[in-house]
């Protein structure tokens, strides 16, 4: 049980598989979305490259990192979301210290932890190899200004999402890929027509390609 003040995702669990931190040459930080685990995210990777690569999940504290929709004002959203935030600077900042350079790890997250994925990646400007969000878009109501000042010097930013997702505004998608283009990111963005809320084969290709890409195959 929390304790008043206690950041909500202070949990170490970590869920890993592929090749060990210290036999690989990159890394994939894999977070799942609201109600699910980081064993659930972590089975999409039986569908892309195993060998140099690690995969890593961590588990938001009672399945959700943030209570609320990614679309409300961010207060409405605290303490969970900056808890959430300095999660993933935890784990990446886990994977550097074990040998892997920050260009060398990608950022993959589903439905809301594709929503937390691209705010990581906004707010912390690291040059990472890659960020896959997967049904999501950058955190905050409708109108806010950001005020993202870094670049993300030609880090991929791939976004997949249906057109009609009932979550997921196609409209975010779109203000979430001109946000990472004026970033500096390589950004690709795909709106799936009619589709349901609900990863797909086009979007698991985009990645291996990549991940294959990124290992020299």
Known sequence: MLTKGTPPHISPKLVMTGDDLQNSTSAMVMVHGRGASAEGILDLSQYFL???????????????????SFLMPIKQNEPDLSSALQKLTDVVDHIVKSGIPENRIMLLGFSQGASLSLEWAA???????????????????????????????????????????????????????????????????????????????????????????LAGK
């Not at 997967?134 to 030609?154: D, N, T, V, W």
């Open 50 to 68: 195993f060998e140099g690569v690690s995969y890593i999940a961590p588990q938001a504290n009672g399945g959700t990192w943030y209570p609320h």
């Open 123 to 213: 707010r912390n400007a690291r040059q990472l190899a890659a960020v896959f969000a997967l049904s999501g878009g950058i955190i905050g109501p409708p109108g806010i200004k950001r005020e993202y000042q870094k670049s993300l010097k030609r880090t991929t930013v791939f976004l997949g999402c249906s057109d009609v997702d009932f979550h997921i505004p196609k409209e975010r998608v779109i203000e979430s890929a001109e946000v990472f283009k004026t970033m500096g990111a390589d950004v690709t963005m795909r709106l799936y027509p009619n589709l349901a809320h609900t990863v797909n084969d086009d979007e698991i290709y985009f990645v291996n390609a990549f991940i294959k890409s």
